[in-house]
């Protein structure tokens, strides 16, 4: 039995935790997830479905739920590179340009914090999906992800890795005075970021 401990951890977090923790097993076996919200309860029993797991779950306090799958003979384990995240992964982009343009530090549009949140969990989940984008670009707010302090640079780092192109505007960074801290990717200019754009078969910003 192999226990998880995700409390605190943001979607996907916890599916991609638990996915790590059930190819370990090598096979039949059981693993415990805790996590601090419902909603990572219904993300982890959707994993388990679409998998044909055993899943049970229980509150064990206000804030703490405990999920344990049960991996049997028959179960399909998940692949090194499968996505299993909170949306169903997305079709194959083999065959298309796929550009991400992320132009601001936060998602969305309400609360700052909440956004700079959804946002590393979206740069997180990119980096875990079956096929990465051919580039991601930065600029404006967005810039200052790829430089230091930036939470996301793991993240970042993982997509260039993967085979990522990964750009950030040059007048953006002189503009904030941060073209000295870049820590991963290129700069490049706006020209090239408007073709990037303009030629994506998906174009997509968050």
Known sequence: MILVNAMGDACPV??????????????????????DNEIAVQNLAKMAAQKSYGVQWEQQAPSRFLVTLTIGD????????????????????????????????????GGDELGKALLKGFLYALSQQEAVPDA????????ALT??????????????????????????????????KLRVGNVTNMYAIAEHMTQADLLVKP
């Open 147 to 180: 430089c230091e302090a930036s939470l996301s640079l793991e993240d970042i780092r993982t997509l260039e890795t993967r085979g990522a192109e990964i750009l950030t505007c040059g007048t953006c960074l002189n503009f904030y005075g941060m073209t000295d």
């Open 74 to 109: 028959g179960a399909q384990a998940p692949a090194e590179d499968e996505v299993v995240a909170c949306e169903a992964a997305s079709p194959s982009t083999a065959q298309r340009k796929v550009v991400v343009a992320v132009g601001a530090a936060v998602m969305g549009i």
């Open 14 to 35: 916890p599916v991609v935790k638990t996915r790590n923790a059930i190819r370990e097993l090598s096979g039949p076996g059981v693993v415990q997830t805790l996590v």
């Open 136 to 143: 991601v670009l930065f600029y404006n707010g967005g810039a």
